[in-house]
């Protein structure tokens, strides 16, 4: 397989509905997905991420822009003749076809021979765990052997680029967490690039080597999953991915790579590389994720707790800080001190983990 690099180049697709109106679903975007890469678009449903991959694909037009795969660009070239295939949600087997049948069909539309078909096919049906099952019918298999079968048939064509249309959101959710791991394996194995969508955000964080968030028709961050989580530029992406609190406030003070955040509540210190885009007086939200709260009885701020729930690794809290609810997670609570409903508690925040996004 010769991977190929993908490149967006101020995208956009425009619909017209029914009354004449313009709908723009996705707004000059621009993006280069590096050869050999897992890139994910992550978003709410509506945001463009599907469009933008049918773009990609060739299954729509382009309002404008280009799309490129290496150095050739693809606006021009159909569907069936682009150097990719989909893996689709529904995964679209013939159910008339045996599963060796569904994955040649491919090639035999290519026209190879039987010998050249069979060099391609076994080394992916070994891969994917399929000669088991080579002669049965789609409606013989579960719902993860079918996916794996849709996985296979991509892989036969050797494309320079798969694309995967939120593929796992069928089957349940143990089969999820299994499927992405094997995908993830294979793309690793065969040095595939692939991009794939999904609005699930583990499925983003286990999969990928950058995420692509995207919102309303744009892109709001590109980045590393942990550069994702741990640094994110909006409130939109701080809110979308994992759990977050909010504590509003405006900067009181800063430095070359620290911000002094004075809230209803308290003046937080957060430690943070682009402090210098901020300014005084400007207001922001200290993202504060759950793990990042302490609770202890020596702590520097003082809470009370509204609820207390086992969940068995982790100790979930809601908490009253001051007038606003803050959710709170302990791991390891066996071996820590456990609060209660209505305790009195004192927190702190672990500083590192903090980080401010303007309001």
Known sequence: ???????????????????????????????????????????????????????????????????????????????????????????????????????CYGLKL???????????????????????????????????????????????????????DEPLSNLDAKLRITMRDEIRRIQKELGITAIYVTHDQSEAMSLSDRIVVMNEGRIEQVGPPMEIYQKPKTKFVSDFIGTANFLGGVVDKKDSDRLFVKTKQTTIEVLQKDADTFHEGQSVSVVVRPEAINLSKEGTESAKVLKSVFMGQIQEYELDFNGIQLYAVVADPGGKEVYYDGDSVNLTFSQRSLHVVPA
Do not use: W
């Open 1 to 103: 397989m010769s991977a190929k690099s993908v490149k967006l180049e101020n995208v956009t697709k425009q619909f017209t509905d029914d009354e004449g109106k313009v709908m723009t679903a996705v707004k000059e975007v621009s993006l280069h997905i590096e050869k050999g890469e897992f890139a994910t678009l992550l978003g709410p449903s509506g945001c463009g991420k599907t469009t933008t991959l049918r773009m990609i694909a060739g299954f729509e037009e382009l309002s404008n822009g280009a799309i490129m795969f290496g150095e050739d660009n693809v606006q021009n070239i159909p569907a069936n003749k682009r150097d990719c295939t989909m893996v689709f949600q529904s995964y679209a087997l013939f159910p008339h076809m045996s599963v060796y049948e569904n994955i």
């Open 110 to 164: 290519k026209k190879l021979s039987k010998s050249e078909i069979e060099k391609r096919v076994t080394p992916i049906m070994d891969i994917m765990n399929l000669h088991v099952n080579k002669n049965r019918m789609p409606n013989q298999l579960s719902g993860g052997q079918q996916q794996r079968v849709a996985l296979a048939r991509a892989l036969v064509m050797e494309p320079g680029v798969l694309l995967f």
